[in-house]
């Protein structure tokens, strides 16, 4: 069985935020879906990168996905907007399930603690200078706590996107990707 991961795209996301994640993903056989918050596929990364989504987040049933990915950027203040309702309820749902992860990079982490109960007591990270809103706040580059795996930002992605690979597959795996692409860790 593959394990499924959505990432949950809007106008205004991180480019390397969702590019990064999904090409090494991709590339070691994870099925990733990429899904706008819009009413629409077509969206501008925040950077002005225009990406084609593969199907609308209000069309989606989220259940069927082992992980829920939200990249970070402008564009994730609206992960808290009406329009993604149906993801607040499922994170406040699936917290705390083991069978559930929740991945985020960037500012995302912030603004899904805005939202009571969902990492109130799980350790994370995120973009420096948005520490406050964490309650566990841990200074590194990646911190994986329970069902929930933070990455700082675009800088620290390969890092982030090399330990879902590891957490899912196997550090095997991680570490022959990793030498495919060059990347040299820190």
């Not at 090409?23 to 002005?48: A, H, P």
């Not at 609308?56 to 309702?85: Q, T």
């Amino acid at each position: 069985m593959s394990v499924s991961i959505a990432i949950i795209v809007c106008n205004g996301s991180e480019e390397a935020e969702v590019i990064v994640p999904t090409d090494l993903w991709r590339r070691v056989g994870l099925s990733v879906t990429l899904l706008s918050v819009e009413n629409k596929k077509n969206l501008v990364l925040q950077n002005g990168v225009k990406i084609s989504c593969d199907d609308l987040l209000c069309k989606e049933n989220l259940s069927k996905y082992h992980a829920i990915y939200l990249p970070g950027g402008k564009g994730c203040k609206d992960y808290l907007e009406k329009k993604c309702e149906k993801l607040v309820k499922y994170l406040i749902k699936n917290a705390t399930n083991p069978k559930t992860w929740l991945l985020a990079a960037c500012a995302a982490p912030s603004v899904i603690a805005k939202c009571k109960g969902i990492i109130d007591h799980t350790k994370a990270t995120c973009y420096p200078g948005y520490e406050k809103a964490l309650k566990c706040y841990v200074n590194k580059d990646v911190v994986c706590d329970k069902n929930f795996i933070s990455t700082k930002a675009c800088g620290t992605i390969y890092d982030f996107a090399l330990t879902i690979i590891a957490k899912f597959i196997s550090p095997a795996k991680a570490k022959l990707i990793a030498k495919e692409i060059c990347y040299k860790a820190k």
